[in-house]
Each structure stands twice: as structure tokens, then as C-alpha cells.
Nanobody, 122 residues
Framework: QVQLVESGGGLVQAGGSLRLSCAAS????????MHWFRQAPEKEREFVTT????????NYADSVKGRFTISRDNAKNTVYLQMNGLKAEDTSDYYC???????????????WGQGTQVTVSS
């Protein structure tokens, strides 16, 4: 199995910053990409950002462009989300996900972390 553990959530004032981390571990054969999603209360989970593991290509939701930055540390199998200029509407549970191949298996599967809460006070 592949496990993801997020950290770094918390309470911050509007305009402030937080940095989330997500470490992947377990029987990882290879990682194709890692992503961040978020889900606010009574709303559907939405895409935030993604990064490819080999080339580092990134993509962002329009709502976070220019404020959030995704980065990776391949050696640590860890992805980071630097969130600046936080707004009240960024309040959500943030989930890390990876498209990865387990050792001894073919093809990628998506694995999810347990989520970390981010609350932005206005």
C-alpha cells in the first residue's frame, strides 16, 4: 500500500500564509504526480493544484493562481503547498493525493491522505 500523511494545517488570519506538507510512504514503485484537493463543509471536493513528479510541471485552479505554490522533494517523496494571501474562502480540509504505482504492480492508482484542516479568519 501507499500511505500519505499531511501536516501543516491550522488557523490563520486573512492575508496570512501556511505551508502544507504531504509525505508518501509504503510500497512505492514510482510516482507519476501529486495533487492537492480541498473540500469545504457541504461542498464537493475541488482540485487545487498538481505537480508531475519527473518534470515538475504544475497546474493550478484559477482560484489559487498567483497565491499558492506547489513544490516537491523527490528524494523525500514529499510535496508541499505554500499558501500566501489566504482568504476566508480558502477555508477547507486540504487533501493530498498521488498517482503512483505500487511495487510489483502494473499501472498507477490514486491514493489519498487523511486531510488537514485550514481555517482562515476574516
Amino acid at each position: 500500500q501507499v500511505q500519505l500523511v499531511e501536516s501543516g494545517g491550522g488557523l490563520v488570519q486573512a492575508g496570512g500564509s501556511l505551508r502544507l506538507s504531504c509525505a508518501a510512504s509504503g510500497s512505492i514503485g514510482s510516482i507519476n504526480a501529486m495533487h492537492w484537493f480541498r473540500q469545504a463543509p457541504e461542498k464537493e471536493r475541488e482540485f487545487v493544484t498538481t505537480i508531475t513528479w519527473s518534470g515538475g510541471t504544475t497546474n493550478y485552479a484559477d482560484s489559487v493562481k498567483g497565491r499558492f505554490t506547489i513544490s516537491r522533494d523527490n528524494a523525500k517523496n514529499t510535496v508541499y503547498l505554500q499558501m500566501n494571501g489566504l482568504k476566508a474562502e480558502d477555508t477547507s480540509d486540504y487533501y493530498c493525493a498521488t498517482d503512483a504505482r505500487q511495487i510489483g504492480r502494473f499501472g498507477n492508482s490514486r491514493y489519498w491522505g487523511q486531510g488537514t484542516q485550514v481555517t482562515v479568519s476574516s
